[in-house]
């Protein structure tokens, strides 16, 4: 009788004959299954059967004979398939939480492992059972276990790490073994990949079987007297049929033992191409080596798109969103990319690598070891407008070939402590990162760490940092590193100290990044201290309560290593009280003499401010002597000038006067002569004979005395009208100047009344402007001028009343 498997293809459940493989189990109705066979010894599974009651559509009717089997077996792996088994693993992980918490505790990555993908097993002792379970139910297990605080959610394997859990869980939830007996699950989940379902679930299972069980009874005993029947009529047909069927079975003995020669030929083949590929993976490898480490040149130019992430070992720390949005907002305001990245070549042997074509995309697989966040921000900046930003399209790259990892971390760490636009390293990234290179040489409990183990680990710690010998990383990081050493249970609590921090959950919290004095205290203190502080520091979440519990546990560590007795600690009190009493007295003096050296300062204090204050009053007096001077020497010059003017005016005056008075002498003269020549022509009567001699000579003297009179008529018409205009304009001109006088007399005697409007004298422009009074002064008054708001100083001279408008 074969026997049947069921197995996992490709996330499916198929039965298995053999070498052939029959249809899905999920596409298979109950009816047109049948039942299952499910043998077993001494509680194991050793094979699963098939049993169809349908003889025309049976593929193997003559293959299964005798009594019916079970049926609650039939539904358990029928409820399996189904996924039904699968919603009560939440269930079974809940009652089993203290194996699921130890088995989280143990859990270790190996160092000459990489990290594993989704789906992938760290520990070859298992089978991966989580396919057959469904993803409602694989969630509701993650973010169940994401509840334990075991789960180290600050390093890279979390995915593998769900996985395996979810899987030991499948395992040893199965008939309520013990997580001992790995050996009997694995043979379990090999032969059948059946998990057994909770004691509940299977109770429920047991009583419907047993009323399957009753109406199949009654089912068989009809069918049985049917067989007999049919028996009796086929038992002469099947004489004939025997003969027929050992041919076959002849036949298909002589087919199985080709196939079986086929497939150990095919196996030998497999097997030595196994071997090849492994030669020749090995040689590559001896290839690479040669050339490991290797600078393949300084400043090249590299397209963007071949830079990727580094593999775990070699990254230095994970990205920051937001550190990287700063960088995209630097990069979009700049003509191109100044940052010389560093690129480590992998996957490719030395002789292809090509300079001109590392400008091509797609060619070669670049890690960024150093500037992973100006990769990422140029590589986003081209998904969101490559047209604008295609001149970031190459970037200058420091290329190397095949860089171990303790080099490429220390690559990186130079990197990041140069570059302008690289984010800074908090304590955080220090501890974490120091945590990791010590879970690479060490993967058990940190409680006992051996020398040498520490010895490397500083080394290498050094040739990351840069330091030159162990005394400078002790000088410089000894807090950081005790922290770094903490065991898994307190590891947990400062992981979740850091994420609240940086969330800045905490009361109280101070401003800033993390600092390495938060942790100086802690770090003196054996791991059971620390958990209590930090337990406590997580309870009440307040930042006081950090250096508080701290200084509280290190008294009692003192009390605890420290025996002393009572008389020593009287003595040790005293000489305490007397210090603090010798300091008081000094700090009561220092405190004197501060006092007494402020009161000085307040008195020197006092006496500069006078001095300044009298400073500032001479030097307005002198201002307003100068100005009041220069005022008395202009009034002297224009005084001086009006005094020449009037000198010239009265000479003109009396020259014009004495013109006046010839003129008035000659006309009064002509007169006369005008007036004896009319009386003469009157009084002597000329003889008849004698006027036509002298009538010629009279008209010649007439004419002459007639031009003469014209003349002399001219003479008196316009030289009196220009006398009289000179004189009148000289008479005005001096009644005005009077006045003038008479004014300034007047304005200058009076006073002015604050905000009056008056007129003020302005030097420069020797012009007299419009101004209010603000107040009088010693020297005169102060006044505005109102065009242009300046304040003045001035003299009684320079003002004068503003005249009102008729």
């Given at each position: 009788?074969?026997?049947?498997?069921?197995?996992?293809?490709?996330?499916?459940?198929?039965?298995?004959?053999?070498?052939?493989?029959?249809?899905?189990?999920?596409?298979?109705?109950?009816?047109?299954?049948?039942?299952?066979?499910?043998?077993r010894?001494?509680?194991?599974?050793?094979?699963?059967?098939?049993?169809d009651?349908?003889?025309?559509?049976?593929?193997?009717?003559?293959?299964?004979?005798?009594?019916?089997?079970?049926?609650?077996?039939?539904?358990?792996?029928?409820?399996?398939?189904?996924?039904?088994?699968?919603?009560?693993?939440?269930?079974?992980?809940?009652?089993?939480?203290?194996?699921?918490?130890?088995?989280?505790?143990?859990?270790?990555?190996?160092?000459?492992?990489?990290?594993?993908?989704?789906?992938?097993?760290?520990?070859?002792?298992?089978?991966?059972?989580?396919?057959?379970?469904?993803?409602?139910?694989?969630?509701?297990?993650?973010?169940?276990?994401?509840?334990f605080?075991?789960?180290?959610m600050?390093?890279?394997?979390?995915?593998?790490?769900?996985?395996?859990?979810?899987?030991?869980?499948?395992?040893?939830?199965?008939?309520g073994?013990?997580s001992?007996?790995?050996?009997?699950a694995?043979?379990?989940?090999?032969?059948?990949?059946?998990?057994?379902?909770?004691?509940?679930?299977?109770?429920?299972?047991?009583?419907?079987?047993?009323?399957?069980?009753?109406?199949?009874?009654?089912?068989?005993?009809?069918?049985e007297?049917?067989?007999?029947t049919?028996?009796?009529?086929?038992?002469e047909?099947?004489?004939?049929?025997?003969?027929?069927?050992?041919?076959?079975?002849?036949?298909?003995?002589e087919?199985?033992?080709?196939?079986?020669?086929?497939?150990?030929?095919?196996?030998?083949?497999q097997?030595?191409?196994?071997?090849?590929l492994?030669d020749?993976?090995?040689?590559?490898?001896?290839?690479?080596?040669?050339?490991?480490?290797e600078?393949?040149?300084?400043?090249?130019?590299?397209?963007?798109?071949?830079?990727?992430?580094?593999?775990?070992?070699?990254?230095?720390?994970?990205?920051?969103?937001?550190?990287?949005?700063e960088?995209?907002?630097?990069?979009?305001?700049?003509?191109?990319?100044?940052?010389?990245?560093?690129?480590?070549?992998?996957?490719?042997?030395?002789?292809?690598?090509?300079?001109?074509?590392?400008?091509?995309?797609?060619?070669?697989?670049?890690?960024?070891?150093?500037?992973?966040?100006?990769?990422?921000?140029?590589?986003?900046?081209?998904?969101?407008?490559?047209?604008?930003?295609?001149?970031?399209?190459?970037?200058?790259?420091?290329?190397?070939?095949?860089?171990?990892?303790?080099?490429?971390?220390?690559?990186?760490?130079?990197?990041?402590?140069?570059?302008?636009?690289?984010?800074?390293?908090?304590?955080?990234?220090?501890?974490?990162?120091?945590?990791?290179?010590?879970?690479?040489?060490?993967?058990?409990?940190?409680?006992?760490?051996?020398?040498?183990?520490?010895?490397?680990w500083?080394?290498?710690?050094?040739?990351?940092?840069?330091?030159?010998?162990?005394?400078?990383?002790?000088?410089?990081?000894?807090?950081?590193?005790?922290?770094?050493?903490?065991?898994?249970?307190?590891?947990?609590k400062?992981?979740?100290?850091?994420?609240?921090?940086?969330?800045?959950?905490?009361?109280?919290?101070?401003?800033?990044?993390?600092?390495?004095?938060h942790?100086?205290?802690?770090?003196?203190?054996e791991?059971?201290?620390?958990l209590?502080?930090?337990?406590?520091?997580?309870?009440?979440?307040?930042?006081?309560?950090?250096p508080?519990?701290?200084?509280?546990?290190?008294?009692?560590?003192?009390?605890?290593?420290?025996?002393?007795?009572?008389?020593?600690?009287?003595?040790?009190?005293?000489?305490?009280?007397?210090?603090?009493?010798?300091?008081?007295?000094?700090?009561?003096?220092?405190?004197?003499?501060?006092?007494?050296?402020?009161?000085?300062?307040?008195?020197?204090k006092?006496?500069?401010?006078?001095?300044?204050?009298?400073?500032?009053?001479?030097?307005?007096?002198?201002?307003?002597?100068?100005?009041?001077?220069?005022?008395?020497?202009?009034?002297?010059?224009?005084?001086?000038?009006?005094?020449?003017?009037?000198?010239?005016?009265?000479?003109?005056?009396?020259?014009?006067?004495?013109?006046?008075?010839?003129l008035?002498?000659?006309?009064?003269?002509?007169?006369?002569?005008?007036?004896?020549?009319?009386?003469?022509?009157?009084?002597?009567?000329?003889?008849?004979?004698?006027?036509?001699?002298?009538?010629?000579?009279?008209?010649?003297?007439?004419?002459?005395?007639?031009?003469?009179?014209?003349?002399?008529?001219?003479?008196?018409?316009?030289?009196?009208?220009?006398?009289?205009?000179?004189?009148?304009?000289?008479?005005?001109?001096?009644?005005?100047?009077?006045?003038?006088?008479?004014?300034?007399?007047l304005?200058?005697?009076?006073?002015?009344?604050?905000?009056?409007?008056?007129?003020?004298?302005?030097?420069?422009?020797?012009?007299?402007?419009?101004?209010?009074?603000?107040?009088?002064?010693?020297?005169?008054?102060k006044?505005?001028?109102?065009?242009?708001?300046?304040?003045?100083?001035?003299?009684?001279?320079?003002?004068?009343?503003?005249?009102?408008?008729?």
């Amino acid at each position: 009788m074969e026997s049947w498997d069921i197995v996992l293809d490709s996330g499916n459940f198929c039965l298995v004959l053999g070498r052939f493989k029959w249809g899905k189990i999920k596409d298979i109705i109950p009816g047109g299954l049948g039942f299952l066979k499910v043998l077993r010894v001494d509680g194991e599974v050793q094979s699963v059967q098939l049993k169809d009651f349908d003889s025309q559509k049976s593929l193997f009717k003559d293959q299964f004979r005798g009594t019916l089997f079970s049926r609650s077996a039939f539904l358990k792996v029928w409820n399996h398939i189904h996924g039904i088994n699968s919603i009560s693993l939440l269930q079974k992980a809940k009652g089993m939480e203290n194996e699921v918490q130890a088995f989280l505790r143990n859990y270790k990555l190996s160092a000459s492992k990489k990290l594993p993908k989704v789906g992938d097993s760290i520990f070859t002792d298992y089978v991966d059972t989580t396919k057959g379970i469904s993803e409602e139910a694989r969630d509701e297990l993650t973010s169940y276990l994401s509840t334990f605080d075991e789960i180290n959610m600050s390093v890279l394997d979390i995915p593998s790490m769900v996985h395996d859990t979810i899987a030991f869980i499948i395992h040893h939830s199965s008939d309520g073994k013990d997580s001992n007996s790995c050996t009997t699950a694995t043979k379990e989940i090999e032969t059948s990949a059946i998990v057994q379902p909770s004691q509940a679930s299977c109770a429920k299972q047991d009583e419907l079987g047993k009323m399957v069980e009753q109406n199949q009874t009654k089912e068989h005993n009809q069918v049985e007297e049917q067989n007999l029947t049919e028996e009796q009529n086929q038992t002469e047909e099947h004489n004939g049929v025997e003969e027929q069927n050992l041919t076959e079975e002849q036949n298909q003995t002589e087919e199985q033992n080709q196939v079986e020669e086929q497939n150990q030929q095919e196996e030998q083949n497999q097997l030595v191409e196994q071997n090849q590929l492994q030669d020749l993976e090995q040689n590559e490898l001896e290839k690479l080596n040669e050339f490991e480490g290797e600078l393949i040149g300084e400043c090249l130019e590299v397209h963007v798109s071949n830079m990727v992430s580094p593999a775990p070992e070699r990254l230095y720390r994970a990205i920051d969103n937001r550190h990287v949005e700063e960088i995209k907002t630097a990069l979009s305001k700049k003509e191109a990319c100044f940052t010389v990245l560093l690129g480590n070549v992998i996957g490719i042997s030395r002789k292809k690598i090509k300079e001109r074509k590392l400008r091509k995309p797609g060619r070669y697989t670049i890690e960024t070891v150093g500037g992973n966040h100006t990769r990422k921000a140029i590589q986003e900046l081209l998904e969101e407008d490559e047209a604008r930003f295609n001149h970031l399209c190459t970037v200058r790259c420091r290329l190397y070939f095949n860089l171990p990892h303790v080099e490429a971390l220390r690559l990186g760490h130079d990197h990041n402590m140069t570059n302008d636009l690289s984010k800074p390293t908090s304590v955080d990234d220090f501890i974490r990162m120091f945590r990791k290179e010590l879970h690479k040489l060490f993967d058990r409990n940190f409680r006992k760490i051996p020398a040498s183990i520490i010895k490397q680990w500083h080394q290498n710690l050094c040739h990351i940092l840069g330091l030159d010998n162990k005394r400078d990383l002790h000088n410089k990081y000894k807090t950081l590193l005790a922290i770094s050493r903490s065991e898994e249970n307190v590891w947990v609590k400062i992981c979740k100290v850091f994420d609240l921090y940086e969330k800045r959950k905490f009361k109280h919290q101070p401003r800033g990044m993390m600092k390495t004095l938060h942790f100086k205290q802690l770090s003196g203190f054996e791991n059971g201290k620390r958990l209590e502080v930090l337990k406590n520091l997580l309870k009440t979440k307040d930042w006081k309560d950090m250096p508080s519990s701290c200084e509280r546990k290190k008294k009692d560590l003192v009390e605890a290593h420290c025996d002393v007795s009572k008389n020593d600690a009287s003595t040790f009190n005293k000489e305490i009280e007397e210090e603090n009493s010798s300091l008081k007295r000094k700090l009561h003096e220092m405190s004197k003499q501060f006092e007494a050296s402020k009161r000085h300062c307040k008195e020197m204090k006092a006496t500069v401010d006078e001095q300044a204050s009298e400073i500032i009053l001479l030097e307005k007096q002198k201002n307003d002597q100068a100005e009041s001077l220069q005022h008395y020497l202009f009034i002297e010059t224009m005084e001086k000038e009006k005094s020449e003017e009037c000198k010239r005016n009265e000479k003109t005056i009396a020259e014009k006067d004495a013109m006046i008075k010839n003129l008035e002498k000659e006309l009064e003269d002509q007169r006369k002569r005008n007036a004896d020549t009319i009386v003469e022509a009157k009084d002597k009567p000329s003889k008849a004979k004698n006027r036509k001699l002298h009538e010629n000579k009279e008209k010649e003297k007439i004419e002459n005395q007639a031009t003469n009179k014209e003349l002399v008529a001219t003479n008196e018409t316009e030289m009196p009208s220009e006398i009289e205009a000179r004189t009148s304009h000289a008479n005005e001109e001096k009644k005005r100047h009077e006045n003038q006088k008479n004014i300034r007399s007047l304005e200058v005697t009076n006073d002015f009344a604050v905000n009056e409007k008056v007129m003020g004298f302005w030097k420069p422009e020797k012009k007299w402007y419009s101004a209010t009074v603000l107040e009088k002064t010693k020297s005169g008054y102060k006044v505005i001028f109102a065009d242009d708001k300046i304040v003045r100083v001035l003299s009684l001279q320079n003002l004068r009343k503003k005249k009102t408008s008729r």
